[in-house]
């Protein structure tokens, strides 16, 4: 039917299952080049960021230049282009957070870890980052881990954690 | 139908003038030779009111608004010489040279420069806000002309010519913010871009000296933004 549909993959290993995904969700969205943030959303989660052969194939499938893509990409700070790490470590550093002693937190995991907020760690296991505000200010101060968050931590409470969320993988 | 039922009439500095109505209102001061302040409007491509010089105080609006992106209606009451125009254009001017590294003696654009026109026309003698000096990049890998980011303003007409004029797309802007930068594809060198079909076109429609051609001596830039808008009219015309 549309050539459209037979997108080459290229430099692509067919059996990755997360290629497939995107590339399901690329025909479930009918290759149309306004469902690039649902697609760019599909691939942040299959990867954990996105890849550049990612952004271009696409690019490629959606018919978009490629600089209309990363301007998107790097608009939103939902997606990243380097890896966030395997776990992440959200410190919200908002109000509420900030009296409650989420700076003393952030310390304690930047000196726990050896990284500073935004880095990744060189095994690429954790991931330590900061928000100005999650929106959970009733459990200050609070830290996302893995997407869970958790409330009221408490410096030595959230290393352990983080080193059993590390020594489980 | 008669003819006067399709014009409108409008007060411009206290200026009574009839007009078509869907006309902006930089298009009719420009059309009765009243001047205003534009640094991100060019002829021929799409307003997007981003750099805020063009604008204009309208009686019964509070806010300020763009000439370029503001339609005339009827009876509409506009300003566009009051004090607090004329504040707010010192103030957008000003940190236009504070955002980035805008060392005129040195540049490219030295005399040819929209940017520089306008720092006299405000008359611009000092900058009030502490300069960024940001780490800006020039690139230099494309054949025949040179990207400097120093000298950007970000009025975004190269990527707005790019996309509309040329249809190429090479240009776009990334991150957001005082991050924001001009991008070729993927953040890629500009002679490295698989879209640039090397045209020309935004180096005619930079209004600084961020884009350039290489074969040039200092001073002897010459731009022709005219052009985007020949263009533009010639392809409407029927064969």
């Not at chain 1, 550093?93 to 880095?119: D, W």
């Not at chain 1, 869970?148 to 020594?167: F, L, Y």
């Not at chain 2, 506009?78 to 805008?102: C, G, M, P, S």
């Not at chain 2, 929209?114 to 000096?133: A, M, N, S, T």
Request: some cysteine; proline content about 4%; glycine content about 6%.
């Amino acid at each position: 039917m549309k050539s459209d549909t037979a997108v080459p993959v290229k430099d692509m290993p067919k059996t990755d299952p997360r290629m497939k995904l995107i590339a399901a969700k690329l025909k479930k969205e009918n290759f149309k080049a306004d469902a690039l943030i649902e697609i760019l959303h599909t691939a942040q989660n299959a990867y954990g960021y996105l890849p550049k052969e990612v952004l271009s194939y696409i690019t490629r499938a959606l018919h978009l230049p490629p600089s209309r893509v990363y301007s998107t990409v790097t608009f939103y700070h939902f997606f990243s282009l380097k890896s966030k790490g395997e776990h992440t470590c959200l410190v919200c550093t908002g109000t509420a957070c900030y009296v409650k002693g989420a700076q003393a937190i952030l310390n304690e995991i930047e000196r726990g870890m050896g990284l500073k907020a935004g880095q990744v760690s060189a095994d690429n296991k954790l991931g330590v980052q900061v928000a100005r505000c999650i929106g959970a200010c009733g459990l200050a101060p609070a830290v996302v881990l893995d997407d869970e968050v958790q409330a009221k931590v408490t410096p030595g409470e959230i290393i352990q954690k983080i080193n059993a969320k590390i020594g489980t993988l | 139908m008669n003819c006067y039922m399709n014009t409108i009439s409008i007060i411009i500095d206290d200026q009574k003038l009839e007009t078509d109505p869907g006309k902006t209102i930089l298009e009719v001061c420009r059309e009765n030779g009243i001047d205003i302040l534009t640094m991100c409007h060019l002829k021929g491509v799409l307003d997007i009111g981003a750099c805020r010089l063009c604008l204009v105080e309208i009686e019964g609006v509070n806010k300020l608004l763009s000439a370029c992106t503001t339609k005339v209606a009827a009876n509409m009451i506009v300003r566009t010489n009051t004090d607090r125009i004329k504040k707010y254009q010192r103030i957008t001017t000003e940190l236009f040279f504070a955002e980035r590294n805008h060392v005129c003696a040195v540049c490219v654009a030295n005399g040819k420069c929209e940017l520089q026109d306008l720092g006299y026309k405000v008359g611009l003698d000092h900058i009030r806000y502490p300069h960024l000096f940001p780490q800006c990049e020039v690139d230099t890998s494309h054949p025949w002309y040179v990207m400097d980011h120093n000298r950007c303003i970000m009025c975004t007409r190269c990527v707005r010519v790019c996309n509309e004029v040329e249809g190429a797309h090479n240009w776009d802007v990334m991150n957001r913010g005082h991050q924001v930068r001009i991008i070729s594809d993927f953040n890629s060198p500009w002679g490295e871009s698989e879209t640039c079909t090397s045209c020309g076109k935004c180096l005619h429609a930079c209004p600084t000296g961020a884009i350039w051609p290489k074969a040039i001596v200092q001073g002897q830039l010459q731009k022709n933004p005219g052009m985007i808008n020949e263009l533009v009219e010639k392809r409407k015309m029927k064969l």
